[in-house]
C-alpha cells in the first residue's frame, strides 16, 4: 500500500513567491514615514530648547545692560523698591528684596491653603473612594486648574477680601493684602498636588497594601505608613511643580494683592510680587530703553534662577526618595 506523503505547499498554504508572499524583515525598503515622524519629533525638541536658550539669553543680555549701571550688591541687598522716576534723585531705590519678600509670602499662603487639601484629596481618591466616585470627581477636581487666573484674581478681591474684613475687622486687613491672594492661588494648585499625588499612591504595588492588612494594620496606617511614604517622590514633585505654579503666578496677585513694594510678613498688608512688578513696568510705566525698563529683565532673570533652583532641588529630592518596585 502506497503511503501519502504531507505536501510542503497546498491549498491555504502560503508561498515564499508571488504577490501574497509576507516583507522579509531584512527589507531594504526606505520607510519615508518614519524618517518624516522621527524628523518632526526632533523639530519639536529642538524647538524647545533653542526657545529656552534664546529667553537665558535675551534675560543675561538684556539684565547685564540693567547692571552696568546698577551696582549688583544694592540691587540683592536694599529693602527699597523705587523704580519709577529719576534715576539721579535720593528716592530711586531698587532693591529687590520687597519682591521678594512679596512673592515668597505669598507662595506661602498658597502652599499652606493647598498642600493639605490637595493630600487630603488624593488619599481620598486613592485609598477610600469607589471607582465610580473617583471617575467623577477626579475630572471635576481637574476642571478647576482650567479657570482663568483673572477670574480667580477677582475672586479673590471681590469675594474673599471683603469675606476676611468682615471676620476680621476692616482695620486689620487691607483692600489690596497678600493673604486673599495666597488663600485663592492656593485654591489654583490644589489639582496640581491632588492631581498628581493621586497618580503616585495609586501607582503604589497592591502586595505592599495587603502584605500591610495582613499584619493587622488599620486603613488610616496603610495610608499614612506604607503609601505615603511609597509614594513620597511622587508627592514631592507634585508640590514643587505646584510650588513653581504659585511663584510664576501674575494675574492673581496683580489683581488682590496689590502694587506696593513692601518689607513685611503681615498676609493682611498689601506687597506686590516680582510677576506683578513686570506687570506693571510693562503696561506703560517705564519707558523703553531706560533704567527701569530694564530692570524688567533683572527681576525676569532673578524669578527664572529661583523657579530653576526649585525644579533643581526636586530633582534631587525625587532622586533620593524614588522607590523601584
Not at 516583507?23 to 529642538?46: D, F, H, M, N, Q
Not at 488663600?183 to 491632588?194: L, R
Not at 504659585?246 to 518689607?263: C, R
Amino acid at each position: 500500500m502506497s503511503q501519502v506523503q504531507p505536501q510542503a505547499s497546498g491549498a491555504g498554504v502560503a508561498t515564499d513567491s508571488g504577490p501574497d508572499a509576507p516583507s522579509p524583515l531584512t527589507t531594504s525598503r526606505k520607510r519615508y514615514g518614519e524618517r518624516a515622524i522621527l524628523t518632526v519629533l526632533w523639530l519639536c525638541g529642538a524647538i524647545s530648547i533653542v526657545t529656552t536658550v534664546a529667553i537665558v539669553a535675551v534675560l543675561a543680555v538684556e539684565g547685564s545692560v540693567f547692571f552696568r549701571n546698577i551696582d549688583v550688591v544694592e540691587f540683592f541687598t536694599d529693602t527699597a523698591w523705587r523704580p519709577f522716576g529719576n534715576p539721579e534723585s535720593e528716592a530711586f531705590r531698587i532693591g529687590i528684596l520687597p519682591l521678594v519678600n512679596g512673592t515668597l509670602l505669598v507662595t506661602g499662603i498658597a502652599l499652606v491653603v493647598a498642600v493639605p487639601l490637595g493630600l487630603g484629596a488624593a488619599s481620598y481618591l486613592s485609598e477610600y473612594a469607589s471607582s465610580r466616585v473617583r471617575k467623577t470627581l477626579k475630572p471635576m477636581l481637574e476642571i478647576l486648574a482650567g479657570i482663568p487666573t483673572v477670574v480667580l484674581g477677582y475672586f479673590a478681591l471681590t469675594f474673599v477680601t471683603p469675606l476676611l474684613r468682615d471676620i476680621l475687622g476692616q482695620s486689620t486687613v487691607q483692600i489690596f493684602n497678600a493673604a486673599s491672594a495666597g488663600i485663592v492661588m492656593g485654591i489654583m494648585i490644589i489639582p496640581t498636588v491632588a492631581s498628581l499625588s493621586e497618580d503616585a499612591m495609586t501607582a503604589v504595588p497592591r502586595a505592599l497594601r495587603e502584605a500591610a492588612y495582613g499584619l493587622g494594620a488599620t486603613k488610616r496606617h496603610v495610608v499614612t505608613r506604607v503609601v505615603f511614604p511609597a509614594a513620597l517622590s511622587g508627592i514631592v514633585s507634585a508640590v514643587i511643580l505646584a510650588m513653581g505654579r504659585a511663584i510664576g503666578e501674575t494675574m492673581i496677585v496683580a489683581i488682590a494683592a496689590g502694587n506696593l513694594p513692601n518689607m513685611t510678613v503681615n498676609p493682611f498688608e498689601q506687597i506686590q510680587t516680582m510677576t506683578a512688578y513686570i506687570v506693571q513696568a510693562v503696561t506703560g510705566e517705564a519707558p523703553r530703553g531706560s533704567l527701569t525698563y530694564q530692570s524688567i529683565f533683572a527681576v525676569g532673570g532673578v524669578l527664572f534662577v529661583m523657579t530653576f533652583a526649585i525644579n533643581i532641588v526636586a530633582q534631587r529630592i525625587v532622586a533620593r526618595f524614588r522607590e523601584v518596585y
